[in-house]
């Protein structure tokens, strides 16, 4: 059964910096795209990055583009999610995903929904 835990949520500063921490298990597929969103308190859940195994592609939706850095350590199924200059609008709850379908990470993170969700990691940016 696949199994998906974030952490790393704290509490920090504005212009701080976070790494968030995805661990996805139960699964044997080679083909499959690990996303980061969020959601912040009466929003929609929005999408952060993306990473695809089976080119090892890396996608980042226009917000964080240049702040946000998805990396991971496939050995042991982690994504990373480094986050630096954060703001008070960064404040969300982070949820980790995976879907498995073969693909970039642009197109599967932009067409497919993910199909397995961990129960998310809070972040809060604030003095």
């Known amino acids: 059964q696949v199994h998906i835990v974030e952490s790393g949520g704290a509490l920090v500063q504005p212009g701080g910096s976070l790494t968030l921490s995805c661990a996805a298990s139960g699964f044997w597929s080679n083909f499959y795209v690990i996303g980061w969103f969020r959601q912040a308190p009466g929003k929609e859940r929005e999408g952060l990055s993306c990473?695809?195994?089976?080119?090892?592609?890396?996608y980042y939706f226009d917000s964080v583009k240049g702040r946000f850095s998805i990396s991971r350590d496939k050995a042991q199924n982690l994504v990373y999610l480094q986050m630096n200059n954060l703001k008070p609008e960064d404040t969300a709850r982070y949820y980790c995903?995976?879907?498995?379908?073969?693909?970039?990470?642009?197109?599967?993170?932009?067409?497919?929904?993910?199909?397995?969700w961990g129960n998310g990691t809070l972040v809060t940016v604030s003095s």
């Open positions: 990473v695809s195994n089976a080119d090892d592609s890396k």
């Open positions: 995903g995976i879907v498995f379908i073969k693909g970039g990470s642009e197109a599967i993170c932009n067409l497919y929904p993910m199909s397995y």
